[in-house]
């Protein structure tokens, strides 16, 4: 379990002067300077004096009705009726200028308790699934240091769970996941590092085809399995380990017709049976 913090804010109200980047000041306000950037965004200056006013008890509660504003702002761009596609997926864990900032202040952690909930019912599922879409966006940009922290907070535990206990559109968005870190170089020799990482994994993805005697996985799904796969076939140790645990259906016709507007996918399958037959790797861009 990753070390979460108890409260988005300190129970002292004299933060640390590493918090923020400063502190309370002897009149009770807190003090900011403002940079050139900010002078020229009156709003952005208000933003940043109201977020360092949570740090002081006596501001607080004003601070949070500011910024509470601020949140609810949002939805005149939908009442106006010209929410753009580029808006609607800004999203402070995929934007290049804030997703750094939200992994330094740890914010994932506070969803991570989210995808481990076991319960199926659709209200469960709904918050498993926007719970999975934000570290989704965490990984789409491929960052190392994105996943250097998702997996020293052991998100393939929570990736699992999800694979286990979600419904189809969280088994795709947790593969995905998984797919995204083991890209990385740093994720697959995690993956890989111990016989037990791997043999769970593997399982996992092998469950999602087995389990269905009467209907095979969705496109997206089998296509995000099968790459996770294709990519642990690169590794030397999980290539052998592949011989004895890749499942059986991956070569029922079936399945393989399912996939026949797909030649893409198709290729990473070929070349993955082959990667454990004869033990070659192939390297995908």
């Known amino acids: 379990m990753a070390n979460l913090p108890e409260s988005l804010f300190s129970s002292d109200p004299r933060p640390s002067s590493s918090s923020f980047g400063a502190g309370p000041s002897t009149s009770g306000a807190n003090t900011y300077k403002a940079s050139d950037h ?28 500011l910024l509470d504003k601020e949140i609810l702002d949002v939805y005149r761009f939908i ?14 864990a995929s934007h290049r200028d804030t997703r ?3 992994i330094k ?9 989210l995808l481990n909930i076991e319960n199926r019912e659709r209200p469960y599922e709904h918050l498993r699934l926007t719970s999975l879409g934000v570290i989704g966006s965490l990984v789409k940009a491929g960052d190392a240091e994105a996943v250097s922290y998702l997996l020293e907070n052991e998100i393939f535990i929570y990736c699992l769970r999800c694979m286990e206990v979600g419904g189809e559109l969280s088994k795709t968005v947790a ?15 995690y993956c890989c590092a111990f016989a037990q990482r791997f043999y769970t994994l593997s399982r996992a993805l092998g469950n999602m085809l087995e389990c269905r005697t009467a209907e095979l996985p969705g496109k997206r799904l089998l296509k995000y399995i099968i790459y996770c796969y294709l990519r642990l076939s690169h590794n030397p140790r999980a290539r052998d380990g592949l011989r004895t645990c890749l499942p059986a259906s991956l070569r029922d016709p079936n399945l393989i017709n399912l996939l026949r507007d797909d030649p893409t996918t198709v290729g990473f399958l070929q070349q993955l049976l082959y990667n454990v037959s004869m033990g070659h790797q192939y390297t995908v861009i």
């Open 100 to 102: 750094m900032r939200f």
């Open 38 to 65: 900010d002078q020229g965004d009156p709003s952005r200056a208000k933003i940043l004096h109201s977020i360092l006013d949570l740090n002081d008890y006596r501001t607080r509660e004003r601070a949070l009705y």
């Open 175 to 189: 593969t995905y996941i998984v797919q995204r870190i083991i890209i990385n170089e740093e994720g697959l020799r």
């Open 105 to 113: 202040a740890r914010i994932p952690s506070y969803l991570f308790p």
């Open 79 to 92: 009442s106006a009726q010209n929410l753009t596609q580029r808006a609607s997926n800004r999203c402070v």
